[in-house]
C-alpha cells in the first residue's frame, strides 16, 4: 500500500513486504479486479440482479484448488496462451510447457539469430561453464543458488544481444561414484570390485551412470537454466578423456608432472589418496568418542597422551606427548629446542623404543616450542606433516607402520596385524605395564574425517604423480596483481594470494578404477646390461598418448631396441580436480584448434562459490596458462555459502540439508521426516534433526514454484559469505509472483477494448498527465538500477528494484490512480494511459525475466501487440537507459510530497477506524503557493489513493490537523463520520494497553544485565518495537486530544 512506500526523488529502496502483507495485497488486487469487471458491465450492459450466493462459493472453492495446464502441447510445441488466466498464480500451470519450447526453438545455443558462432558481433560474447555436478549427486541449494545467478548473468547477457554459451556438463567424480557403485554392488550381489574385476567393475559403473546420471540435468532444468544442452559434457567422454590425456603427458613431459614418495591424505576405508577439500575436520572440544567405520566400539579422541622414553645406558627419562599414542611405533627420534637448557645433556644421546630394536637419537630443531608440554617431541616422518619437515631437514628414516588398510606392519610383536585404533588401546596398555604411562589429559583438536568414508584420514606415505605449482601458482599471483585477472568480491584476492604463496605441489594420484587411468608406464629393460629401476625413480616412467608412443620413448631413452622393453600401466586414476581444471578448453576439443575453441576460448567469467577459489578456479588457471597461454576466463565471482536459517552450515550429518525440489514442489512436515530416517544419520542426530524440522517447517514446506525460489536465492546474494536461508522469504516471493499475476490480469481488462501496441509508434503522445511521466520515471530509474546491478554482479540491488517497480510503483500507486482514469476519464486519457501501461507492464517483464523467466514468459506472451517482434522474452532485449530516457527527478520529487500527504491521510483515518468505502474530506494547506499548486495537480492521484476528496479551501469546523511537513498541513473532517464519545473509549482502552507493552520494555531493557544476556537479534527487535510503540502512543494522544475538541 502507499503508506509503505519509500521512493524518494533518488528511488531509495524500499523496505521489503512481509508476506502476510504479500498474501493480503494479492487478495486486494483480486477485488480491485472483480470491481473493474463489475465496471465494465456496468458502462455496456444494463443494470442486472446481484450475483446469486452458490456461485461465490463455488469460485472460492476453485481458487483454492492448484491448478494446472492441462491443454494437449506436444514436447517443445509453443504454450498455449488464449487459454484464459487462472484466478489464481499457480507454479505449476505458469511453469508448464516453457522449457521444451525455450529448448526447441534454439534460444539457448550462441548460434541463435546468427549465421556462425564466428560470426562477429558488434556487441561482444559471453562464454561461461557450468562448475559440473557430480554425476553421483542430486541438487542441493547450493547448487541452486549457484544455478540461480549463473542463468541470470546468461540471459541478461543474451537479453543484451550478445552471442552467449552457457555450457552445461556432469563431472565424473571418482570416489564419490565408486563408492556409490561398490555400494550397489554388494547389495545386490554381494561382491567386491576385486572380485569381479577392473574391466568389469567399470562396466558396472557406466551402467548405472546411464542409469541415474540424467537425473541431475534434469532438475538444472527444472530450475529453468538456460544451457545449451547440445553442448553438454561429461568428464569421461573420448573428446576430454584425449585432452586429459594429452595434458599429462605435455605435462609430464616439460618436468611439471613427476612422481615423488611423500605424505598424502589416505583414507583407509577407501584405499586411496584423497584430496584436501575431501578432507572435513572435525572440531573436538576434548575427550569424545567417535564411531569409526570398521570399529564395533567407539574410538576415543581429543586426550594428549604423555608416556616416557628411558635414555639409554641411563636411568633417565624423556617425557614426550602424542594424540596418537599408535604412531609411537614409527618413532625415529626426539626433538628438543636448541636452546633448551634442560635437555643439553641429552643432545646426541639416544632412547630405547620400548617395543622394538630401535635407538631412537634426541636431536635439536628451532620447530621446538620449549614452553609447551614437556618441550620434548617425539618425532614420526612417515605419519605426520610436522615431522615430515623434520625428517627432511635431518635426514632421518621414514618408517611406514600402516598398510593400506590401516593395520600395524613392520616387527612390532602382538602389535604387528592388529588394526591401528585397536592398537592404539593396545599399546596404552602395555606402556601401563612397563611403567612408562604418565598421564592422559583432555585436549582440544581437529580431527581430519574423509567426507566420502567417514573414516579418520591418515597421513600415509605414498609414491605418487605431482604437478609442480610453484612457478604457476607465482604467475597465478601475478595476472590477479596486474588485474589480467578480476576476482569479485576483491576480498578474495586476500585468499587467492595466501593460498598460492602457500602452495605446495598437487598429488593427482588417486588409487580408484572409475576416472582417468593416468597415462604413465614403468620401464622394465630386458637387457642385463641395463640395470633394473625402482618405482620411485622417475627416470623409469615414461608417459604416452598410447601405449606404443611410450614403449617408443622409453626405447629412445635407454638406447635399446622396442622389443626389449616392458611397460606396466599405474593402476591409479588422476584426481577428479585435474579434467576439471582443464573443463573451460577440454569441452571445446582441445588439443585440436577447433573452430569452438577459436570461439569460446578463453571465456568470460567463471562463476562459483568460494570454497573452491583453490581447489578448481586456480587450478583451471594453472592449466590454461600452461597449456594454451591464455587465461580460461576472465573474471572471477565468488558467491556466498547457503545455511540454514539459524545460519549453520547445510550438512547432511545434521540434517538440515533443503532439497530445492522440495521448495519448489512443496513437501510434507511428514514426508521431510521420512527423508531423514533414509538418510542413515546417527540417531542423537536424527532426533535434533526431527526437532529442528518441526520448529522451522511445522506446516511443511509450501509449494513456492521455481522463480520464487530463483528470485529469493539472488535477493540474498549481497556479495558477502553466507546466506542464511529461511524458506519464509522464499515463501514472500511466491506471495510476490501472486501480486505480479493478479496486478497484470488486472491490467490486462485496461488494455481491453481492442487495444493493441504498436511497437512502431512507441512514441509519448505529448498527452500524459504528470503520474503517466512519473511512471515513466520510475521505469527508467529501475531499468538503470537492474542493468547496472546485474553488470557489477550486485543482484541485490537488481532484485530490489524490480520489487520496488512492481509493488510499490506500479501495484501500490499507478494501478490505483488509473482506477477513476478508466472509470471516467476521456478516450485520449484512456488511450494514454493504455499506452504507458502497456510499457510499465512489458518493461517491467522483461527487467525481471532474467531472475523470474517462467512467469514473465506467460505474462509476456499475453501482453496485447500488434506484432510480435521478439517471439520469447529471453530473447527481447533487456531494458536500458536508452529505450527509457524519461528519468525525471522532480516530477519525482513531487509525487513523494503527494505520497507523505496520502500516507499521513491514510494514517489518521486507520487510527479513526474509517473504512476504505467511507471517503473523507481532506483540506490541505500550505504557507507556500508552488504546494498548493503541486496538490492541485496531484489532486485525483492524492483523493485516489486517500480514500479522500481533497480541496484546497479553508476547512470547516470539526477537522482533526494533521501535520505532514513544517509546510503543510491536512484538515480532516470528521463531523459526522465518528462519534467522538464511543472513539475515545476505544482509544482510551487502546492506550492503556500500549503504554503497559512500553512500561514493560523499558522494565526489561533498563535491567543491569540485559546488553550480555540477551541475544542481539531480541534486543534489535526490542529497539524497534518500543521506538514503534512510542509513535503508536504519540498518534493515539492527538487523535483523542482531536476528539476532545469535537464534543
Not at 493493441?756 to 512507441?762: K, L, T, V
Amino acid at each position: 500500500m502507499v503508506e509503505t512506500a519509500a521512493n524518494g526523488a533518488e528511488g531509495e529502496a524500499a523496505k521489503p513486504k512481509t508476506a502476510k502483507q504479500l498474501e493480503k495485497e494479492a487478495k486486494k488486487l483480486a477485488k480491485l479486479e472483480k470491481f473493474k469487471q463489475k465496471l465494465d458491465k456496468k458502462e455496456t450492459t444494463a443494470p442486472t440482479k446481484p450475483k446469486e450466493k452458490p456461485e461465490k462459493v463455488e469460485k472460492k472453492l476453485e481458487s483454492k484448488q492448484a491448478v494446472l495446464y492441462t491443454i494437449n502441447t506436444l514436447e517443445g510445441e509453443k504454450k498455449d496462451v488464449n487459454c484464459p488466466m487462472p484466478d489464481a498464480y499457480s507454479p505449476r500451470f505458469v511453469e508448464a510447457a516453457w522449457y521444451s519450447w525455450w529448448r526447441n526453438e534454439g534460444f539457448f545455443k550462441p548460434e541463435y539469430g546468427r549465421k556462425s558462432i564466428n560470426e562477429t558481433n558488434p556487441k561482444g560474447t559471453f562464454v561461461m561453464v557450468i562448475p559440473p555436478p557430480n554425476v553421483t549427486g542430486s541438487l542441493h541449494l547450493g547448487h541452486a543458488l549457484t544455478n540461480a545467478i549463473e542463468d541470470v548473468i546468461t540471459r541478461w547477457n543474451r537479453m543484451k544481444g550478445r552471442t552467449t554459451l552457457w555450457n552445461p556438463g556432469c563431472d565424473h567424480a571418482g570416489i564419490a561414484t565408486q563408492v556409490v557403485v561398490e555400494k550397489k554392488l554388494w547389495r545386490n550381489e554381494q561382491k567386491t570390485r576385486h572380485d569381479i574385476g577392473r574391466e568389469k567393475f567399470v562396466e558396472k559403473v557406466w551402467e548405472w551412470k546411464n542409469e541415474k546420471g540424467d537425473r541431475i540435468y534434469e532438475q538444472l532444468r527444472k530450475l529453468g537454466s538456460s544451457f545449451d544442452w547440445d553442448r553438454a559434457c561429461f568428464t569421461m567422454d573420448p573428446k576430454l578423456c584425449r585432452a586429459v590425456t594429452e595434458a599429462f603427458v605435455r605435462l609430464h613431459e616439460s618436468g611439471d608432472i613427476y612422481r615423488s614418495n611423500r605424505l598424502v591424505n589416505w583414507s583407509c576405508t577407501l584405499k586411496s589418496a584423497i584430496s584436501d577439500i575431501e578432507v572435513d575436520k572435525m572440531e573436538l572440544p576434548g575427550r569424545t568418542f567417535l564411531a569409526i567405520p570398521g570399529y564395533k566400539e567407539k574410538v576415543e579422541f581429543g586426550v594428549l597422551v604423555s608416556f616416557a622414553y628411558e635414555i639409554e645406558n641411563s636411568n633417565e627419562k624423556v617425557v614426550v606427548a602424542t594424540t596418537r599414542i599408535e604412531t609411537m611405533l614409527g618413532d625415529v627420534a626426539v626433538a628438543v629446542h636448541p636452546k633448551d637448557a634442560r635437555y643439553s645433556h641429552l643432545i646426541g644421546k639416544y632412547v630405547k623404543h620400548p617395543f622394538c630394536d630401535r635407538k631412537i637419537p634426541i636431536i635439536t630443531d628451532d620447530f621446538v616450542e620449549m614452553e609447551f608440554g614437556t618441550g620434548a617431541v617425539k618425532i614420526t616422518p612417515a605419519h605426520d606433516p610436522n615431522d615430515y619437515e623434520v625428517g627432511k631437514r635431518h635426514d632421518l628414516p621414514f618408517i611406514t607402520i600402516f598398510d593400506d588398510a590401516g593395520n600395524i606392519i613392520g616387527n612390532y610383536g602382538k602389535f604387528t596385524g592388529m588394526k591401528r585404533f585397536d592398537a592404539r588401546k593396545a599399546i596404552l596398555q602395555q606402556l601401563t605395564e612397563r611403567g612408562l604411562y604418565i598421564e592422559t589429559k583432555d585436549n582440544a583438536m581437529v580431527v581430519p574425517i574423509c567426507s566420502r568414508s567417514k573414516d579418520v584420514v591418515e597421513p600415509l606415505m605414498k609414491p605418487q604423480w605431482y604437478v609442480k605449482c610453484d612457478e604457476m601458482a607465482a604467475d597465478a599471483i601475478k595476472v590477479v596483481e596486474n588485474g589480467e585477472l578480476k576476482i569479485i568480491p576483491e576480498q578474495h584476492k586476500r585468499t587467492w594470494n595466501h593460498w598460492l604463496e602457500g602452495i605446495r605441489d598437487w598429488c593427482i594420484s588417486r588409487q580408484l578404477w572409475w576416472g582417468h587411468r593416468i597415462p604413465a608406464y614403468f620401464v622394465s629393460i630386458l637387457d642385463s646390461a641395463v640395470p633394473a629401476g625402482t618405482e620411485n625413480d622417475n627416470n623409469y616412467w615414461v608417459s604416452g598418448r598410447t601405449e606404443a608412443e611410450a614403449k617408443e620413448k622409453a626405447a629412445n631413452r635407454f638406447n635399446v631396441s622396442i622389443d626389449n622393453i616392458k611397460l606396466e600401466q599405474d593402476p591409479d586414476v588422476l584426481d577428479t580436480w585435474f579434467s576439471s581444471g582443464l573443463f573451460p578448453f577440454s569441452i571445446f576439443g582441445w588439443p585440436e584448434e577447433s573452430e569452438e575453441l577459436k570461439a569460446f576460448y578463453p571465456g568470460t567469467l567463471l562463476e562459483t562459490g568460494h570454497d573452491i577459489l583453490f581447489f578448481w578456479v586456480a587450478r583451471m588457471v594453472f592449466l590454461g596458462r600452461k597449456l594454451l597461454g591464455k587465461l580460461p576466463f576472465k573474471e572471477v565471482f565468488l558467491h556466498a555459502m547457503v545455511r540454514d536459517a539459524h545460519g549453520r552450515k547445510m550438512s547432511k550429518s545434521l540434517g538440515n540439508v533443503i532439497d530445492p525440489m522440495d521448495v519448489i514442489h512443496g513437501i510434507s512436515l511428514e514426508d521431510l521426516h521420512k527423508q531423514l530416517l533414509d538418510s542413515n544419520l546417527d540417531p542423537k542426530e536424527l532426533k535434533k534433526a526431527t526437532e529442528g524440522q518441526k520448529q522451522d517447517y511445522p506446516q511443511g514446506i509450501p509449494e513456492c514454484g521455481t522463480d520464487a525460489l530463483r528470485f529469493a536465492l539472488c535477493a540474498y546474494t549481497t556479495q558477502g559469505r553466507d546466506i542464511n536461508l529461511d524458506i519464509l522469504r522464499v515463501q514472500g516471493y511466491r506471495f510476490f509472483c501472486n501480486k505480479l499475476w493478479n496486478a497484470t490480469k488486472f491490467a490486462l481488462m485496461y488494455l481491453g477494448d481492442g487495444f493493441e501496441f504498436d511497437a512502431e509508434s512507441d512514441e509519448l503522445s505529448g498527452n500524459e498527465t504528470e503520474v503517466d511521466l512519473w511512471m515513466l520515471s520510475r521505469l527508467s530509474y529501475a531499468a538503470k538500477v537492474c542493468d547496472e546491478g546485474i553488470a557489477q554482479y550486485d543482484l541485490t540491488a537488481a532484485t530490489t528494484a524490480c520489487y520496488n517497480l512492481w509493488l510499490y510503483d506500479l501495484c501500490d500507486v499507478y494501478l490505483e490512480y488509473l482506477k477513476p482514469v478508466f472509470q471516467g476519464g476521456n478516450k485520449e486519457t484512456k488511450s494514454t494511459a493504455q499506452k504507458v501501461l502497456f510499457k510499465s507492464l512489458d518493461i517491467g517483464l522483461r527487467l525481471l525475466s532474467p531472475f523470474m523467466p517462467f512467469i514473465t514468459e506467460e505474462l509476456y506472451q499475453r501482453l496485447p501487440r500488434k506484432k510480435l517482434i521478439y517471439p520469447s522474452i529471453c530473447v527481447a532485449p533487456y531494458p536500458e537507459e536508452r529505450e527509457c530516457p524519461w528519468r525525471d527527478q522532480g516530477i519525482e520529487a513531487d509525487v513523494d510530497v503527494a505520497q507523505k500527504i496520502i500516507k499521513s491521510i491514510r494514517s489518521a483515518r486507520a487510527t479513526y477506524n474509517l473504512p476504505n468505502k467511507t471517503k473523507t474530506d481532506a483540506f490541505v494547506t500550505s504557507t507556500e503557493d508552488s504546494i498548493k499548486e503541486k496538490v492541485k495537480t496531484y489532486s485525483l492521484l492524492i483523493g485516489t489513493l486517500a480514500y479522500s476528496i481533497i480541496y484546497l479551501d479553508n476547512a470547516p469546523a470539526g477537522c482533526v490537523i494533521i501535520p505532514v511537513t513544517d509546510k503543510i498541513q491536512v484538515h480532516l473532517l470528521l463531523k459526522g463520520l465518528v462519534d467522538p464519545k464511543k472513539e475515545l473509549e476505544k482509544l482510551g482502552k487502546k492506550k492503556g494497553i500500549l503504554t503497559e507493552s512500553i512500561n514493560k520494555l523499558e522494565q526489561a531493557v533498563s535491567a543491569v544485565d540485559y546488553s550480555t544476556k540477551v541475544p542481539a537479534d531480541v534486543q534489535l527487535a526490542n529497539t524497534e518495537k518500543l521506538t514503534s510503540s512510542k509513535g503508536e502512543l504519540e498518534r493515539l494522544v492527538e487523535a483523542m486530544d482531536a476528539l476532545q475538541l469535537m464534543q
